[in-house]
């Protein structure tokens, strides 16, 4: 890039045809001038005839370096990533937030209200804290509960309870271990667990292998232990009635239906699709 002052318009020209060359998605060039500018989209287009100042642009032409050379995920550049109309913080340690996961929060608010208030939920593999926090803010009646193993996790998760404002407790543990422990019952479990088969790590595209933390990505058998697991113990801490609620991958709603079913015979096993007509959630 040249190193004369250049407009909005011209910044985003110059990224979007350096993204193509590297075969990566051109809105990438978007968002991370919105980052560096501190603007929203529409401001953004706005403003395209502006200049923009010298440490700005090269702060940007170099993200879009390292993205277009590496692939590293946006997020992972301006620490940031959306969930459910909020703005979490992320970083090497969680999974950065996938849309399919507020179809399992809207999934789970649209359920609890018939459980006797108040309702406690537990958020297990809470990460960096979307699915917790957000069942928080939209549904404040709730008492909220989250555990991880990463204790790094954690620390992201919290930071983002306390910067959204949300009354969370959090446990460093194994699922429900913390749970168990300290003799704490619940009405709802939810959870996004690790669900990717072992064997399938060779099919996952470069920026989720080389950037999303193994332990939020893999479990054994199949892809199932953590759904083993906790529906396994869930009777510990699980009150009657109760709700369990899952994200899975695409090909597991048959068999976590029937973990569920073989633990719990006399409950009612939902499998709902994700907006892709994909299986993506259990209750
Ligand atoms: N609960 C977090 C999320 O849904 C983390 C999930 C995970 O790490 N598997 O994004």
Redesign the pocket.
Known sequence: MTKQPMTIHEALRWASLFLQEFHRETPVAEILLMHHLHMTKSQLLMSLRDKINPETLSLFEKDIKRHASTGVPVQHLTGVEDFYGREFQVNKD??I??PE?EELVLGVLARVDKYPKPVSVV?L????G??AITLKLENPELIVNASDLSEH?LNVAKQNAKCLDADIDFFQGDFLSPFIENDIEVDVIV????YIPYDEEATLNDTVKDYD?A???FADSDGLAAYQQIINNAKHVLKKPGLIAF?IGHQQGKQVSELIGRKFPHSKVEVKKDINSKDRMVF
Do not use: C, Q
Not at 191 to 194: A, E, I
């Open positions: 969680v999974l937030p996938r996961t958020d593999g809470t990460g960096s979307i699915i996790a959870s996004n667990p690790p933390p332990l939020a990505l994200e």
